[in-house]
């Protein structure tokens, strides 16, 4: 009777079904099909439809018993929402249906009889302090994602304690690295990466992240371009089933001889003001920067210095300076919307001598992307580019980080660091 439901079932699949078994799900038999582009379960005259792109993994519960499970983790996707959903199965061959399975879900090829079954392994490096205390809580919420994967969790306790981690890190042990927190320890921890002594490895070492601060850059950026919206879950999705994507690199040279690595933005002048000057509201989450970006354009500041690039020059005084290397500068910010993640150029944003009203219609515009067509705003892509920031030097922000304020060399490395990506 099983077989007769089973090949009726299967015939009236349109697609190839390239695997098929009868299995066992909370206690009622089902039929279960994998096809190319999806898993489907059979049962009591209803069907689960779980596409692979949305099939997280699936490992063996209890393994040490006679009756293994096979515990699969579904983000099901519905309209523009998703939620997450967890079944176990009971197969007669749990070995190799856990192979099929995780063949599908992570390849999307059935892998070949003599392959083993893969579980994906990462290294979690969590801020407890970053944003607003968060962390710790956002990492519950999307641990039920990581079920079919093997973590190793550090918390950092002291400054400089990501690079520690990551300097000592043994690559070959993890598929990426994911840090929980916001885009300052990224900001570290891709420095540790690019200064390790087996950089050319460890710069195809992929990192992705789970938004805990207060900007977010790197969350918004990989779920823009993996068409996701910005929350944790689908975070933690990219991390689990992206790609290796390459990624731009700045690299910066200070005058007093110091070396950093930009992924994100370098600020002078009024942005870089307001990203660091706020940092004392931190317990507002993003709106901090506007808040503060208020009294800034209040009590305006303006600077004299000198930028360089590939063709041109400005010299004069200056309210506002970035030189992105991502489309966006924090979550919904899209500061630079020409700029790609591995074109290796950067984009650089300059008004010059402007008053509070040009500055004004930049800043309402931006979130957007439409603050380009400001006939005060220079929009500049270059390989390469100096700041020489004159006599009064400010605040220097890189990636969010507070930095003396000196006469800089920047160069865009292309395709330096590694990425998830959809």
Not at 285 to 314: H, N, P
Request: charged share 25%; aromatic share 10%; with cysteine.
């Amino acid at each position: 009777m099983e077989v007769s439901m089973e090949s009726t079932f299967l015939s009236s699949i349109e697609e190839k079904v390239l695997y098929s078994e009868i299995v066992k799900l909370k206690k009622r038999t089902c039929i279960l099909a994998i096809t190319e582009q999806r898993m489907i379960l059979n049962y009591c005259k209803s069907t689960k439809d779980c596409p692979w792109t949305d099939v997280i993994g699936a490992i063996i519960l209890n393994p040490g018993k006679k009756h293994k499970k096979v515990h699969v983790v579904w983000y099901k996707k519905v309209n523009q929402t998703r939620k997450i959903k967890k079944f176990d199965l009971v197969s007669e061959d749990p070995e190799k249906l856990i192979k099929y399975l995780q063949g599908m879900a992570y390849t999307y090829n059935l892998p070949e009889v003599y392959e083993s079954s893969y579980i994906k392994r990462f290294k979690v490096i969590i801020n407890p302090n970053s944003g607003r205390g968060l962390s710790r809580r956002i990492w519950a919420q999307v641990a039920d994602l990581f079920e079919v994967c093997e973590v190793s969790i550090s918390y950092t306790e002291r400054r400089n304690h990501a690079t520690e981690i990551v300097t000592e890190l043994v690559l070959t042990d993890y598929d990426g690295l994911i840090v929980v927190s916001g885009d300052g320890l990224v900001h570290e921890v891709i420095n540790a990466i690019c200064k390790r002594d087996d950089g050319d490895l460890a710069r195809m070492f992929p990192v992705s992240v789970i938004p805990a601060g207060s900007a977010n850059a790197l969350a918004q950026v990989i779920c823009d371009k993996s068409g996701e919206k910005v929350t944790p879950e689908n975070c933690a999705l990219i991390a689990i089933k992206g790609r290796s994507s390459p990624f731009d690199i700045s690299l910066v040279k200070f005058a007093s001889g110091s070396i950093v690595y930009s992924f994100l933005s370098i600020f002078w002048a009024f942005i870089a003001d307001v990203d660091i000057g706020s940092e004392n509201c931190r317990c507002c989450g993003a709106c901090r920067f506007d808040l503060y970006g208020f009294w800034r354009v209040l009590a305006l500041r303006r600077y004299s210095g000198t930028i360089t690039w590939d063709e041109g020059e400005y010299t004069g005084n200056i309210v506002y300076f970035n030189a992105c290397n991502t489309p966006y500068i924090g979550e919904g910010m899209h500061n630079a919307p020409n700029a790609q993640i591995n074109d290796g150029m950067n984009d650089l944003l300059l008004l010059g001598d402007v008053g509070r009203m040009a500055l004004v219609r930049v800043l309402l515009r931006q979130d957007a992307g439409t603050h380009l067509s400001s006939p005060d705003l220079k929009y500049i892509k270059t390989k390469k580019w100096t700041l020489d920031p004159g006599q009064r030097p400010g605040i220097l922000s890189i990636d969010g980080e507070l930095f003396n304020s000196e006469p800089i060399e920047v160069e865009c490395l292309q395709n330096y660091a590694t990425v998830f990506l959809l």
